[in-house]
Every structure is written in structure tokens, then in C-alpha cells.
């Protein structure tokens, strides 16, 4: 029995000094220590030998024996992984450049557009893209069969034809006018869809920014001076601006604004259609029914709305010559653009 215990300790410091490195020092102390023919398993034969009375306090010695070889060997085993992963790093060689995205042009002349109104004091407001009926048409003065409503192609839900994909994000000035917090004065982000035939030119959706400000005593004349700042600011101080007289079923009276062609500078081209100017959005009072249907007064309360689609506006910036470049998700075109507008 002394000397077998006295065997052990030699065994333990034997092992507790072994300090050889690599897969195969590990490979080697596993066969001579641990494997079928090793010392811990002549060890354990010794068992037999032991009188009955040591043999409870002989099996936790060597059982004690045994965890301190076995994690001797997961010692030796980790090291060679440490060594193998630390021998494929070079640690000299220099950082991965991580690519950074840019916005989408989209984006881009969004953010500009809302950073010129909220300028002038307007909130950002957004709704809902499945609408009712009441919200996209009713509200705003076209009622059931009234003619302008063939003035937009309407994607309705087969389920409910009262639901329907927004044609203008004029559905949100409705549910703003609703809450009744006056004065109201608000932009409208977002995108719209009407069933059109997609080509270069037009697309199925689109983006728009619509806009309003009702409170006591608004004039035509505040709505023109909003519009004048506003193109000024998006398009130059150059820029010439021109309002003509126009119709939609919610403002009366209605306009349209022009701005002076940049391509051409006025002279006439293509993009303008040899006229030297490109219309850039649509503005009016609101109409005095749209305010009723609202519950908002119109004998007490007035205002204006304007709207104006936003990819026309990046197809003149970049020189874009296809609408459907905007969609397409092509890196090649969506990397030309910075952050920055």
C-alpha cells in the first residue's frame, strides 16, 4: 500500500513537469498515461492487491489520480488549438476597410424637401399606405361617381373595395384636419401607387410630399410666398417661377407652379417640351368642403395645400433619365450617390 501511494506521487509530479508542446507530445501523453495499456489503467489493477479495509480510501486516491491526468491532457490538448489558431493570424497585416453605404436618391431629395419646410415651422406627418375610401376620396370633396376620380388609376383590394392603395398621400392631411388641433400646418411624406403602364417616364408608385397649413385669415398670398421660398431654396435663387391657373376637386382656386427649365436655361428642349419650363408641383385654398368634412369651420378657418412628386425633382438633380433606375436595386447606380444632398 506505501508503496503504491508513494508510486502515485512520483506519477504526479512526473506529470505536473511535463511541459513538452504540440499535437503530438498530447498524442503521446494520452497513449502513455491515459490509453488501455497506460500506468493510470495498471494503476487501477493494483485494486486486487489492496487489503478490503484500504480499499474505499486506495479508489478515491486513484480516481483523484485519474481527473488530474485527464486534465493534464485537456491542458495539452487547448494549448496545440491556441498555438494552431495564433500561427494562421499575421498580425501585422492591416484591418479589413469596411464599405460604407449611401443613401437612396430618393431619400436624398426627401430629406432636402423636409428640411426646407420645417424651416418655415411644418411638422412631419405620416398615415397609413392601405387607406378607405372615405380618407383617399370622399374627404376630399369627390364623392362616389364624381368625374375626377377617373383622373386617378386606383389599385383596390379585391376583398373590400372600400380599401385601397393610396393614390396621394392626401389622406394624411384628412386624418390630421380630423384630430381637430388647429392650426394645422404640416408636410406629408411618403409613397403612393396608381395603375399606370411602367415605363421610363411614369411608374406604378411613386413618392410624394403634400403639404398644408390652415389657421384664421390664410391667404393665396401666403401660399404663394411659402412656394416662393421654397423653390428658391431647392433650385437656386435664379430660378424663375411662374403659377397657372389649374383645377383639383379639393383646393379652390388651384394652381400649378413652373419652374424655369435648368437644362436648358429657358431656351426649350426636350425634358421641357420646347417651352422653357417644367412644372414642379400643384398648390390651391382648400376647399371650404374638404374643412366641413373635417369638422373644421370654413367661415372662421382657411388654408392651402400644395403637393408634389419627388422623383421628378431627382431625375433633374442627377440627371437621371429612367424612372424605373429608382426601383431596381442596381448597386452599379445606387453607389454613385453620397450622403449629402
Not at 383596390?156 to 400646418?185: A, C, F
Not at 368634412?293 to 392651402?304: A, L, R, S
Not at 433633374?316 to 431596381?328: H, M, Q, T, V, W
Amino acid at each position: 500500500m506505501e508503496d503504491l501511494l508513494k508510486q502515485i506521487q512520483d506519477y504526479k509530479t512526473e506529470i505536473g513537469t511535463y511541459n513538452a508542446a504540440g499535437e503530438k507530445a498530447a498524442e503521446e501523453f494520452r497513449i502513455k498515461w491515459l490509453g488501455t495499456k497506460g500506468l493510470v489503467k495498471n494503476l487501477m489493477g493494483e485494486m486486487k492487491n489492496v487489503p478490503n479495509e484500504k480499499k474505499k480510501e486506495f479508489g478515491q486516491i486513484l480516481n483523484e489520480f485519474k481527473q488530474f491526468a485527464e486534465a493534464k491532457y485537456e491542458e495539452l490538448k487547448q494549448s496545440t488549438v491556441d498555438s494552431q489558431q495564433s500561427s494562421n493570424i499575421d498580425l501585422t497585416l492591416p484591418g479589413d476597410a469596411v464599405p460604407l453605404g449611401t443613401r437612396h436618391p430618393i431619400s436624398l431629395m426627401t430629406n432636402r424637401i423636409i428640411s426646407i419646410f420645417q424651416r418655415l415651422g411644418f411638422a412631419v406627418a405620416e398615415g397609413p399606405e392601405i387607406e378607405d375610401d372615405w380618407h383617399n376620396f370622399t374627404a376630399l370633396n369627390l364623392p362616389e361617381h364624381h368625374p375626377a376620380r377617373d383622373m386617378q388609376d386606383t389599385f383596390y383590394v379585391q376583398q373590400n373595395p372600400d380599401w385601397l392603395l393610396r393614390t396621394h398621400t392626401s389622406n394624411i392631411q384628412i386624418r390630421e384636419m380630423e384630430k381637430g388641433k388647429l392650426p394645422v400646418r404640416i408636410i406629408c411624406p411618403g409613397r403612393v401607387y396608381r395603375n399606370e403602364t411602367v415605363s421610363a417616364r411614369s411608374h406604378c408608385f411613386f413618392h410624394q410630399v403634400e403639404g398644408m397649413y390652415i389657421d384664421e385669415n390664410v391667404s393665396f398670398a401666403d401660399l404663394k410666398q411659402t412656394l416662393y421660398f421654397f423653390a428658391k431654396e431647392m433650385y437656386g435663387q435664379d430660378v424663375k417661377i411662374r403659377f397657372r391657373p389649374s383645377y383639383f376637386p379639393f383646393t379652390e382656386p388651384s394652381a400649378e407652379m413652373d419652374i424655369s427649365c435648368m437644362l436648358c436655361k429657358g431656351a426649350g428642349c426636350n425634358v421641357c417640351k420646347k417651352t422653357g419650363w417644367l412644372e414642379i408641383l400643384g398648390s390651391g385654398m382648400v376647399h371650404p368642403n374638404v374643412l366641413s368634412n373635417c369638422g373644421i369651420d370654413p367661415n372662421k378657418y382657411t388654408g392651402f395645400a400644395f403637393g408634389m412628386g419627388i422623383e421628378r425633382p431627382a431625375l433633374l438633380k442627377y440627371g437621371i433619365n429612367d424612372i424605373r433606375l429608382f426601383s431596381e436595386n442596381d448597386v452599379r447606380f445606387l453607389k454613385q450617390f453620397t450622403s449629402a444632398v
